[in-house]
């Protein structure tokens, strides 16, 4: 196969700057890992919007094949879990950021970092979810997990028109969750009404820094954004609340206070998907298959864009010009 070339979206550093190119490779400048998989299509993250512009310090190391997921067929593997003709997903795992990812029509992964893509998802749908809406699910199980039942009231989403906003909206929908939706931009909210959200709470408040303790609206929480929205969330969680936490759209930093942890026994939940280990992962897709409406899945994906236009894609990512999700077709 050495002789053969495919496609493959390169990020070089010059001058301390990214840039980004498709070149033609060969099988032999892939990785030296134990499986080879047809990729057939990735997506757009947020992270990924940060590397390829080079706006997010996200490359670990250079030259690197971006793409944080894809979905495709294993061609050949040496992992005995695994066999050629199957069809599999990843995301995570520092693909990506430190190893070779999905802006490619091949790659040769480890084996271990491919879940068996379910029973019922083509890969077109695994990544038109990618790991965005992953983690919404992820997000999701958080909750219920510290015991949050549609019973229980409210749950605000934060970035709601994003990638994990909108899977994560139609999942609490489907499952019966009273859900409130900030998405910072009135247009957007047909979109994020038609997945299940009742109520929209953009204002001018969410730019500026809360008091300490604001009212009590909220038995929970997923936010993607960080920063004083996280802040004005944890400000405003009923008592007892809970927030998943999984993104920094708006900023790394947090200007809170103990006030809401203390006072109001409020819990900051972490969401991590990218070292979550096998059996989680394989939980957390084939919950997805049952508890995320597929027909929305057109609605969720804003666009498909060939290997040449990601870079256009992630500039208008990071512009907060898309909604919902982008898909990859690599080929």
């Known amino acids: 196969m050495s002789e053969q070339t495919f ?27 134990d499986t080879l998989v047809k990729i057939e299509y990735s997506t757009i993250n947020f ?12 490359v670990k190391a250079w030259p690197l094949v971006p793409g944080i997921d894809f979905a ?11 066999k050629a003709g199957q069809k599999v997903v990843l995301t995570g795992w520092s693909v990506g950021e430190k190893y070779w990812g999905g802006y490619s029509q091949y790659q040769r992964v480890r084996g271990e970092w491919l879940v068996p893509l379910p029973a019922g998802l083509t890969t077109r749908q695994a990544m038109m979810i990618g790991t965005a809406g992953f983690t ?6 958080a909750l219920e997990n510290a015991g949050i039942t549609p019973q229980s009231g409210p749950v605000l989403v934060t970035g709601a ?5 909108s899977v994560a909206v139609a999942i609490l929908g489907k499952l019966g969750y009273k859900v409130s939706a900030l998405t910072g931009n009135t247009e957007k909210h047909d979109y994020v009404k038609s997945l299940g959200a009742q109520e929209f709470v953009d204002g001018p408040l969410w730019a500026d820094p809360p008091r300490a303790l604001e009212g009590q609206k909220w038995s929970a929480a997923i936010d993607t954004v960080g920063s004083k929205v996280l802040a004005r969330v944890l400000a405003e969680m009923n008592y007892n609340g809970v927030v998943a936490a999984c993104g920094l759209a ?39 298959v049952v508890d995320l409406p597929m027909e929305m899945l057109d609605g969720i994906t804003a666009r498909t864009v060939a290997l040449a236009e990601v870079g256009a894609a992630a500039e208008a ?15």
Do not use: H, Q, Y
């Open 7 to 33: 496609n493959a979206m390169m990020l070089r550093e010059e001058d301390r700057k990214t840039k980004a190119a498709i070149e033609k490779l060969s099988f032999d400048s892939l990785p030296d890992e």
């Open 136 to 141: 919404g699910m992820l997000c999701v199980n």
């Open 161 to 165: 028109a994003g990638g994990v906003g």
């Open 72 to 82: 495709g067929e294993v061609v050949e593997t040496s992992n005995p879990n695994l």
């Open 250 to 288: 708006g900023g790394a930093d947090l200007p809170t206070t103990v006030m809401p942890f203390i006072l109001r026994g409020v819990k900051l939940l972490g969401v991590d998907s990218v070292m979550l280990p096998l059996e989680d992962r394989i939980n957390a897709w084939n919950r997805i």
């Open 47 to 58: 992270k990924d919007a940060l590397a390829v512009t080079g706006k997010g310090k996200i």
């Open 317 to 331: 990512m990071l512009a907060g010009e898309l909604r919902g999700r982008v898909l990859v077709d690599v080929n």
